[in-house]
């Protein structure tokens, strides 16, 4: 692994089913956050972990949650997904909370 | 809530210069990004400002204003691989990054 990955790449998923969306980066990077991308609105902050054992939300958390059990996972959980969440998923890290992050390659899920 | 404007779309000649600019209002600032995001991509960083001037960085400049809350990001000698969505983010109050739409650069031959 070198850098940050995640999985799957894309996803069709009913709605209602529950999905966990894989992220996992090799720099030891303390900072790590997930963000949806939706067209004409941007990024948006879902969650965030500060570091290994602690999450906060960001700006769109209803609907998700996160765990951060080790430094490396960062899984964002749809509990029962919905057709509003069907968006681009990335995952970052960053290894201070101002420094620069480094986004994965993405999660295209679309909920029916 | 966070503002961050900046232009939908722009279009510029192969081997010209193209300025997008972004406008801020958030809570707070410790710093603006530039990211570059091609299609299908993920973003990538392009530039950090967190004093007012000029960061220049190969073809690539960018500008701060923080009394304006106004930064731009130069791009010169304009090639077709520039053709992307460039990405102002405001790192604010609590150090999370608000984004703003994004703006579609076309690179046209």
């Known amino acids: 692994i070198a850098g940050i990955t995640q999985a799957p790449t894309s996803q069709i998923l009913a709605a209602g089913r529950r999905m966990t969306l894989r992220c996992t980066q090799d720099?030891?990077?303390?900072?790590m956050y997930w963000y949806r991308q939706d067209l004409g609105l941007g990024l948006r902050l879902i969650h965030y972990?500060?570091?290994?054992?602690?999450?906060g939300k960001g700006e769109v958390p209803d609907g998700y949650s996160v765990s951060r059990a080790n430094t490396d996972d960062f899984p964002l959980t749809l509990a029962s997904a919905v057709p509003s969440q069907t968006s681009v998923y990335f995952c970052a890290s960053s290894d201070s909370d101002h420094n620069e992050q480094f986004f994965g390659p993405g999660t295209r899920l679309t909920v029916l | 809530g966070q503002n961050i404007d900046q232009p939908t779309e722009m279009t510029a000649t192969e081997g010209a210069i193209v300025q997008i600019n972004c406008t801020y209002q958030t809570s707070g600032f410790n710093g603006l990004f530039w990211y570059q995001q091609h299609a299908g991509e993920a973003p990538t960083f392009l530039s950090y400002?967190?004093?007012?001037g000029l960061e220049e960085k190969g073809r690539f400049s960018s500008f701060l204003s923080r009394s304006k809350g106004y930064s731009y990001l130069l791009l010169k000698e304009l090639q077709m691989k520039d053709s992307a969505s460039y990405l102002c983010?405001?790192?604010?109050?609590?150090?999370?990054?608000?984004f703003g739409a994004g703006t579609t650069v076309t690179v046209r031959a």
């Open positions: 972990s500060n570091t290994a054992g602690t999450t």
């Open positions: 720099m030891r990077h303390n900072a």
């Open positions: 983010a405001v790192l604010t109050n609590d150090y999370k990054l608000s």
């Open positions: 400002n967190v004093l007012d």
